[in-house]
């Protein structure tokens, strides 16, 4: 039963992650006022460069073949830990809530480092600014998943997310403060207005798509594939740590899967709904805004934390 | 005084109002520049005319108190360069590189480098002078651009384009950053050279305005109405006032089209996709209504010799006006919006300045200009007609920034629908066109302000209704080099939201 959910969250993750970027996507050019692209676009584009042949540039080293594959493994692997749909997965004894934040961080260098090996500008503008926006961002999530674990006296990701789930349905203001930060967080690691564009054509204003500059066909494809696994993952992390209710547990056995995946649609439609929301009304941040945007997110994490160890709450 | 004198000896240059021409020696040449300059005159263009084996001349179009002075400097066959006037007038410079590349008339500039032959030609070419056009190499050689190289620690270089990632018209960037910060831009222009003033010698006279529409597409119709208003001056016709008052309002329209697209593109590139969607709109809105009323989207083919392509019927101008008055009511809104936005204010706030001063010593014009105290508009100093008549107000502000330029764009929206509204509402009565017949050999100035300045044709007419030379100049000439500065201790993310704000024409720069 649990390899069931197992094999079944990463298939989910792998299946509906271009879809919930579709979704995002329709939902900003409907409060655009634009005509929205359809659901299946992203799935369209990926496939599309699936067919495509590659072109690599020619002082490009292995690192630069190596990398798509690197990332997108660790986005799979990523899904394979998050608690999405159950919290009873035998990946997840291998990886702890930290664990997971450093594997995110493996996918974040290998991006740079192969972003910086053709060493065109735009690779190296891009991946100098990524690195600037990680090493802000991950104190910032590594807070907002420690304020969950004293909460629930773990780091592993399914417990914390069991506990919370079903401890009590009662409010934990401190948790309101982490929902916060990790907004913020998302929208900074996932190249999202206001921190970064991902619909800009602006090459001296990109931060993410700087570093896919030199990429094409199945890498490419690679790539974006694992932009929206790891748009996806980031949610389901945002889900299993404040919005844990409905996913299947120990004790409701496997009718809570089927419970639980409608209830997981659901989720990310409002999610979508909300991320569009907040892309429309803001306008990007001048990149020198960023730190503060996520020194902002950090400071709220720590104030959760405070919350926490102060007023036990 | 000195100007009052040099007016005094000048004499009248047919096409647009207040034009003078004075021909000089050049001792004459340069001293008459230094006293334009002292007296705070803007160059309007600088261009070279002549064949190889005939003689040569330089002329260089002066905005000033009284009027426009063209200066024409006769040159002899000795090989010799002419005095340059980069000094007085910075912007003369890459005017007088083009002149070397296109005519082989070299001034006293010590930037020799090439400005808009890159290797696709013959190095000892020039495309306006010589007749026979060599044919051209297999595969263009390498361009080797000996660009200004910054040193010191921590400095490197970032090339952008030709080639860019979205689909825009082709510029090299070179920019000299510190980390993000921005110690020098250098541009390399010239990509889109067409050979359009070698064209014109192939026309004839009569039917240049239709290439001339098509120097600069966003600008069609400034072209076309300068060339007009010189090919007219030449031939002494007088076009009737419906005529001139019809082409005023293709002039607006064009201009409220243009500012709207531009609008919608800022808030874009601040990452405000809401601010491109609803300007989108309203810039299609107006688009159409055009087509109905003068029967094309963008005014190519609208302005021709001795009038307008077609006369406005009454519905379609009801329609019209109904179109501007709510496209100035939702423009009022969206202003709103842009104004109180945070994120969008500070994104154009501080961005991108070009204090006064500098914008004054670089000879900044056109819209550029009056977002930096250049409060300098030929609707309004040298009208003409129907200007004279409705008199429009000029827009000025002193910041320079990013905001400032979009402050201008939205008062000459507004001011530009009150326009519209007011050349509706009074449109005289009678034709819409006059015959133009070919003119006499001669020169005549066309000047006319375009949505981005002021937009200047030197025509030069020859024997039977041929033309001997045609020069349109763009008002980006001057203000290119004024971008180089803008950008400078901005950051390297901030330079496409700056460079649209000035949003120059490649096009209309490279010919």
């Not at chain 1, 066909?217 to 980031?234: D, P, Q, S, T």
């Not at chain 1, 439609?269 to 950090?298: D, N």
């Not at chain 2, 005529?243 to 405000?272: M, Y």
């Not at chain 2, 019209?320 to 202003?335: G, I, M, P, T």
């Amino acid at each position: 039963m649990a390899w069931l959910t197992q094999i079944l969250e990463v298939l989910a993750a792998l299946v509906a992650a271009p879809l919930f970027l579709g979704w995002v996507n329709k939902c900003r050019a409907w409060l655009q006022n634009r005509s929205a692209p359809s659901l299946l676009q992203p799935y369209r584009g990926i496939r599309k460069l699936f067919f495509k042949d590659a072109v690599i540039a020619e002082n490009a080293s292995p690192l630069f073949r190596l990398a798509p594959y690197v990332v997108f493994g660790a986005m799979v692997l990523a899904a394979a830990i998050i608690p999405s749909m159950g919290t009873r997965l035998p990946f997840s004894s291998a990886a702890d809530a930290i664990a997971l934040v450093g594997l995110l961080a493996t996918a974040r260098v290998f991006q740079s480092l192969a972003a910086m090996d053709v060493g065109t500008a735009f690779g190296s503008l891009g991946a100098r600014r990524e690195m600037m926006i990680g090493f802000l961002a991950e104190p910032a999530l590594l807070m907002v998943i420690f304020v969950a674990s004293l909460i629930s006296a773990t780091t592993a990701l399914p417990v914390i997310s069991e506990r919370l789930a079903v401890q009590s349905v009662g409010l934990y203001p401190s948790l309101a403060f982490t929902a916060v930060a990790f907004t913020m967080v998302l929208l900074a690691e996932n190249a999202r207005i206001p921190v970064d564009n991902p619909a800009t054509h602006l090459e001296l204003t990109m931060i993410h798509e700087a570093m896919l500059l030199e990429y094409s066909a199945r890498h490419l494809a690679l790539m974006e594939w694992a932009a929206a696994l790891k748009l996806f993952n980031y949610a389901c992390i945002g889900f299993a740590l404040f919005v844990p209710w409905g996913v299947s547990t120990t004790a409701t056995g496997p009718a809570g899967l089927l419970f639980a995946i409608p209830l997981l649609a659901a989720k990310l439609a409002v999610a979508g709904v909300g991320l569009a929301l907040i892309e429309t009304l803001s306008a990007k941040l001048r990149v020198f805004r960023a730190p503060e945007f996520l020194a902002t997110a950090f400071l709220l994490a720590v104030l959760g934390l405070l919350v926490r160890l102060l007023l036990g709450s | 005084m000195a100007m009052r004198r040099l007016f005094e000896t000048a004499v009248k240059l047919p096409g647009a109002p207040g034009l003078r021409r004075l021909t000089v020696t050049e001792e004459q040449w340069l001293e008459a520049a230094r006293d334009l300059a002292a007296a705070g005159a803007r160059l309007l263009a600088l261009w070279a005319s002549g064949q190889s084996h005939g003689s040569q001349s330089v002329y260089a179009a002066f905005a000033t108190e009284p009027g426009v002075l063209v200066l024409m400097l006769a040159r002899e066959q000795d090989g010799l360069p002419y005095p340059g006037l980069e000094e007085m007038f910075p912007a003369a410079s890459r005017m007088q590189r083009a002149i070397a590349d296109l005519s082989g008339l070299r001034s006293t500039d010590p930037d020799t480098r090439r400005w808009l032959r890159h290797a696709a030609w013959p190095e000892d070419f020039h495309p306006l002078v010589d007749e026979h056009v060599p044919p051209a190499p297999q595969s263009p050689a390498v361009d080797d651009y000996p660009f200004v190289r910054v040193e010191g620690e921590g400095v490197h270089e970032i090339p952008v384009g030709p080639v860019h990632a979205g689909i825009i018209e082709p510029g090299h960037f070179r920019f000299s950053v510190v980390g993000e910060k921005v110690l020098k831009l250098e541009e390399r222009l010239g990509y889109v050279h067409k050979g359009i003033e070698r064209r014109f010698t192939e026309l004839p006279i009569l039917e240049g305005h239709r290439l001339a529409a098509r120097v600069s597409g966003d600008s069609a119709v400034a072209f076309s109405w300068a060339y007009c208003q010189a090919l007219e001056g030449l031939s002494g016709a007088e076009i009737p006032p419906r005529a001139a008052w019809l082409r005023a309002l293709a002039l607006e329209l064009e201009r409220i089209a243009n500012h709207l697209g531009d609008l919608g593109a800022l808030g874009n590139d601040a990452g405000f996709a809401f601010g491109l969607a609803q300007f989108s709109r309203l810039k299609e809105q107006v688009l159409r209504a055009t087509e109905r009323a003068l029967g094309q989207r963008y005014l190519l083919d609208v302005v021709v010799p001795g009038g307008v392509r077609a006369d406005i019927d009454a519905a379609a101008a009801d329609a019209l006006r109904a179109c501007v008055a709510q496209v100035a009511s939702e423009v009022r809104e969206l202003r709103d919006i842009y104004d109180e936005h945070a994120g969008v204010r500070d994104r154009f706030t501080g961005a991108g300045v070009l204090t006064p001063s500098l914008a004054m010593r670089l000879g900044v014009v056109g819209l550029a200009g009056r977002a930096s105290g250049q409060a300098f508009d030929l609707r309004v100093d040298l009208p003409c007609p129907p200007y004279d008549e409705i008199r429009p107000a000029k827009v000025c502000r002193s910041e320079g920034d990013v905001a400032a330029r979009v402050a201008v764009r939205f008062d000459e929206v507004m001011e530009s629908c009150r326009l519209v509204a007011r050349l509706l509402a009074r449109l005289p009565e009678g034709e819409y066109r006059t015959v133009v017949p070919a003119p006499p050999a001669g020169v005549a100035v066309g000047l006319i302000e375009s949505w981005r300045g002021p937009v200047l044709v030197g025509l030069e007419a020859g024997p039977g209704g041929t033309i001997r030379r045609c020069h349109p100049h763009d008002p980006s000439w001057q203000n290119w080099p004024a971008l180089e500065h803008a950008i400078m201790d901005n950051i390297v993310p901030d330079f496409p939201l700056i460079n649209k704000s000035f949003n120059l024409s490649y096009s209309g720069h490279d010919l």
